[in-house]
């Protein structure tokens, strides 16, 4: 496995490379470490100054990371790209083929504000790997379950794998569960058919199925993590329209994370 963990050497991007190499460990994997900046000058003469400045003080941070994650036994490079973070990141994911992208987030009132609008939000609209990410409170040793949401609407196999691949070594349980808003017997019988089907696939891994009912999906989705406020919460992005729905136009989300929630968006 390969991880890459974008970094501007704050408090969340240093929180986030912790988790990086928790899974590093646990998965055998790489790790590189990533900054990316966009020098903004006044003068074209004092573009070469600036850029050599940054860059120099980027390594020396970069190294210094590395050197520590380094010694506990794990493979790990750096590098220093121009550009913005999103594009920068997203492209290098891309190319290289890495299985992971681990970013903290950004802000202090919330996965909306965290998220949305934010480096790391951008990169999880626009990566086409998944992307893990870390609010700065977040602590790996407080997690009891891996928690993924279920529209249950053509639901595709490669997600899942995706989902087991990526997560089977992080010895947790995994719990499924789908916000009821109103009767379907379609999604009924899909959840039964479902939840089959991944116990038998999957027959090592503690997996269990559970209902939310509410009113509306961002209220279920709320009282859900209220009642599991130990959960890595993870979300399919297949379907772009939804996704923006919870995030871009919720409140009740913004107040049910608060900052401590991890968020694993698999694409």
């Given at each position: 496995m390969k991880i890459l963990v974008p970094t501007d050497f704050s408090d969340n991007a240093n929180n986030a490379l912790d988790f990086a190499t928790k899974i590093a460990l646990k998965e055998k994997a790489s790790i590189t470490l990533m900054f990316a900046f966009y020098a903004v000058y006044d003068?074209?003469?004092?573009?070469?100054?600036?850029?050599?400045?940054?860059?120099?003080?980027?390594?020396?941070?970069?190294?210094?990371?590395?050197?520590?994650?380094?010694?506990?036994?794990?493979?790990?490079?750096?590098?220093?790209?121009?550009?913005?973070?999103?594009?920068?990141?997203?492209?290098?994911?891309?190319?290289?083929?890495?299985?992971?992208?681990?970013m903290g987030t950004q802000g202090a009132s919330g996965i909306k504000k965290a998220l949305i609008g934010s480096n790391t939000g951008h990169v999880i609209k626009e990566s086409k790997v998944p992307v893990l990410a870390?609010?700065?409170?977040?602590?790996?040793?407080?997690?009891?379950?891996?928690?993924?949401?279920?529209?249950?609407?053509?639901?595709?196999?490669?997600?899942?794998?995706?989902?087991?691949?990526?997560?089977?070594?992080?010895?947790?349980?995994?719990?499924?569960?789908?916000?009821?808003?109103?009767?379907?017997?379609?999604?009924?019988i899909g959840l039964i058919g479902l939840e089959e089907v991944l116990k038998e696939k999957y027959e090592n891994e503690?997996?269990?199925f559970v209902v939310e009912e509410s009113s509306d999906v961002n209220s279920g989705i709320e009282s859900y993590l209220k009642k599991n406020p130990g959960s890595i919460l993870?979300?399919?992005?297949?379907?772009?329209?939804?996704?923006?729905?919870?995030?871009?136009?919720?409140?009740?989300?913004?107040?049910?994370?608060?900052?401590?929630?991890?968020?694993?968006?698999?694409?």
């Amino acid at each position: 496995m390969k991880i890459l963990v974008p970094t501007d050497f704050s408090d969340n991007a240093n929180n986030a490379l912790d988790f990086a190499t928790k899974i590093a460990l646990k998965e055998k994997a790489s790790i590189t470490l990533m900054f990316a900046f966009y020098a903004v000058y006044d003068f074209a003469a004092q573009a070469t100054e600036i850029v050599n400045q940054i860059e120099s003080d980027a390594r020396k941070a970069l190294k210094k990371s590395a050197k520590e994650v380094k010694e506990l036994g794990i493979e790990i490079e750096y590098k220093i790209a121009q550009g913005t973070v999103a594009s920068t990141v997203t492209a290098l994911a891309y190319r290289e083929e890495y299985d992971l992208i681990v970013m903290g987030t950004q802000g202090a009132s919330g996965i909306k504000k965290a998220l949305i609008g934010s480096n790391t939000g951008h990169v999880i609209k626009e990566s086409k790997v998944p992307v893990l990410a870390v609010p700065q409170n977040a602590k790996w040793e407080n997690w009891t379950k891996i928690s993924t949401g279920l529209e249950l609407i053509k639901e595709e196999e490669k997600f899942f794998n995706t989902l087991f691949k990526l997560t089977s070594n992080f010895d947790l349980p995994y719990e499924f569960f789908h916000v009821k808003t109103e009767d379907s017997f379609e999604k009924e019988i899909g959840l039964i058919g479902l939840e089959e089907v991944l116990k038998e696939k999957y027959e090592n891994e503690e997996i269990s199925f559970v209902v939310e009912e509410s009113s509306d999906v961002n209220s279920g989705i709320e009282s859900y993590l209220k009642k599991n406020p130990g959960s890595i919460l993870v979300m399919f992005y297949k379907n772009k329209s939804f996704f923006e729905y919870l995030f871009n136009r919720s409140t009740s989300l913004e107040m049910a994370y608060h900052t401590h929630v991890p968020l694993l968006v698999i694409k």
